[in-house]
């Protein structure tokens, strides 16, 4: 991972309450080359974020600051008082907590959830170089140095089950699990579906595809093709899928995954157009959930399953969510 260029002497301010996470993000942004100051309360925290002059905050974002109406006015007053710093909130709060955040506080553009768990080190600096380098997209930033993710152009619906074989037939190569091929099939399934038919727009903006039954079929025309990505470094198995349009929205995200939380899979709507059960799906298939988005640019999703855990772990450890959205006013 080549991150010197944009990373040494960079400003980092961090702040979490608990002294292991501390410890550990000061000893990996450190290792960057970038100067850092670590808030370990905040009172701490309130006095250095008056300081114009941090490249970028990461701030743990659980109670009781959340709730805390300083805090929430001081956030969405950030971006005004501080154009050129940027904002990544962490939180380990549970899933079902952290989701109304997105949806209730229009400043949470670029969120990391934990679940009870402290960021990991590569976790931290993955973040801080795709926010500084302004370069949001790619799984390869969430594998180990030297790996090179598969490419496949998704175009077809009538190919969708060679798409979902060729990944599924790289993870039995390496060895997978039958339980985690069956997870990487639904993954992609959903993935493929998406880029087809939900993710494509016409001239106006509306979609174009996505009230087709999906057993329609569709072939989708050059600027409207999609990529499938897939990589493993031995820890993690990837899959991600990229559209040029960037339809979707921070409000979408919150709204389909509050749904699949509060409701079982069966209340949920698999009608012609709904993303919401194939989302769910997704989730409920993995270890970790990126979202990049440019709006109305362009939209990644990557999805990360770890081989490390027994399938008793995978199904009791909570998932981690992360949502990156560009910001219009500083790209270039």
């Known amino acids: 991972m080549v991150i010197w260029d944009s990373m040494k002497g960079a400003r980092i301010l961090f702040y979490d309450p608990d002294p292991k996470a501390q410890r550990a993000a000061e000893r990996a942004l450190l290792a960057t080359g970038s100067e850092v100051d670590v808030a370990g309360d905040e009172g ?15 701030i743990n974002f659980d109670p009781p600051m959340r709730q805390n109406p300083l805090w929430r006015e001081m956030f969405n007053k950030f971006k005004s008082r501080f154009p050129k710093t940027r904002l990544v909130l962490h939180a380990t709060a549970r899933t079902e907590d952290y989701l109304p955040l997105l949806a209730e506080h229009r400043y949470v553009r670029n969120l990391i959830a934990k679940n009870d768990d402290p ?15 302004r370069d949001l997209f790619g799984l390869e930033k969430y594998m180990q140095w030297g790996v090179a993710p ?28 039958e339980r985690v091929v069956e997870n990487i099939e639904t993954v992609v399934d959903e993935l493929v579906t998406n880029a087809i038919y939900n993710a494509p727009r016409d001239a106006e903006g509306n979609p174009k595809y996505a009230k087709l039954s999906r057993r329609e079929t569709v072939v ?23 559209d040029p349009f960037g339809a979707l929205t921070q409000d979408t995200i919150v709204t389909y995954l509050n749904r699949c939380l509060v409701k079982s899979e069966a209340q949920l709507s698999d009608a012609s157009g ?6 769910y799906r997704i989730f409920s298939s993995l270890s970790k ?28 450890l909570p998932k981690s969510f992360h949502i990156f959205i560009a910001d219009e006013a500083r790209r270039g």
Do not use: W
């Open 44 to 58: 701490v925290l309130l006095e250095r974020l008056e300081v114009d002059g941090y490249d970028l905050n990461m």
């Open 119 to 133: 960021l990991e080190p590569e976790e931290l600096i993955v973040t801080a170089e795709k926010i500084l380098r």
């Open 150 to 177: 598969y490419r496949i152009e998704v175009r077809d619906s009538r190919l969708k089950a060679d798409y979902v074989r060729e990944v599924s037939s790289y993870a039995e190569r390496l060895g997978c699990s």
């Open 220 to 242: 989708l025309e050059d600027h409207e093709v999609g990529k499938l990505e897939f990589a493993c470094d031995g820890n993690y198995i990837g899959m991600s899928q990229n």
């Open 274 to 279: 709904g993303a919401g059960l194939g989302l």
């Open 289 to 316: 959930f990126v979202v990049n988005i440019d709006p109305g640019k362009r939209t990644e999703v990557i999805t990360l399953i770890d081989l490390r855990l027994s399938m008793k772990q995978f199904r009791q």
